[in-house]
């Protein structure tokens, strides 16, 4: 896109590359900056974090922590990839318009929910408790959003419904049978980073080492697009890293971390590697399945827990881990999960 401005040659593994460590930059340095203003100014404006009644009674000391620290890199993530894209379309002109169709897709879907997160974040500063939106408000709200782009993939041509069998050169033809499924994946799996941003630093630090594997990924699959997202994604999370890792200065809230979530799945279905992004971001899902089946058992045994407390990070926390290990550990563990997907879409 940007190089393709200046003459250069477009689609080697050395442009792309090049391409995705200047989004990355651009958006670090204005998130960085954006953040630096912000947090003094939802200190001022008390937009504190309230502590949920029943959570961890160890969290009580983040009451007050400026929360919708998400505000401070989506709208640098989102002005950077609107630069590449003029860009590419003064270079390349309107023909070629239709090339940038799925990451303007990827980067609606993002925004969708990061509006879900923003309205629920809003509700929950506006009645001073850790209660926005209800829990099927969200979820049908982000079926809908899910529907529409899914819609809007299938329209434009963009949508495959083959999957591909791991570590096989077979696929399955589901028809349009992939079109509940992806609803259905892609809202549980934005569901799923919101419930992995629960200790200072875990969902921006797995977003981190997924965003980069994608990144990578996009490099050596010449995936130009992909690559300026997930770029410009990770360039984010480490500009929020620097003022949310433990303890932390400022949180996300839901406006970030559904953010996150949509633009994950976006690249996942831009660049046709939805098991693989799956695989990478097991953790965020083996988050939100430690929830369900915390709630399946409870019910189901008359109010027995499976976990000491749900989601799994805070079992981790009850098992006496450190917020920091707790990180340290995950992010390993989403690194191993990174290098196995990288297998499934190489071999």
Known sequence: MLLQYFGLHVGTKEAIATEALIAAFAVFMLSTIALYFLIPVLRAKKIGQSIYELGPVWHMNKQGVPTMGGIGFVPPFLLVLAVFSVLFLIKAGAAQSKALIPLALALLL???NAVIGFIDDYCKLLKKQNQGLTAWQKLLLQLVFAAAYVAMMAITGNLHTDVAIPFTHLTVQ??????PIYIVVIAG????????????GLASSITAVVSLFLCVMAVLTEQGSMGVVSAALFGAVCAFLLFNHHPARVFMGDTGSLFIGGVLMGCAFMAHMEVAVIVAGFVYVAEMLSSL???VYFKLTHGKRLFKMAPLHHHFEKCKWSEKKIVVVFCLVTALLCAVAALIVLL
Do not use: H, K, S
């Open 293 to 295: 089946l915390q709630i």
């Open 174 to 179: 589901l028809g349009w049978l992939a079109y």
């Open 110 to 112: 993002g925004v969708a």
């Open 189 to 200: 799996f934005v569901n799923a980073t919101n419930l992995t941003d629960g200790i200072d």
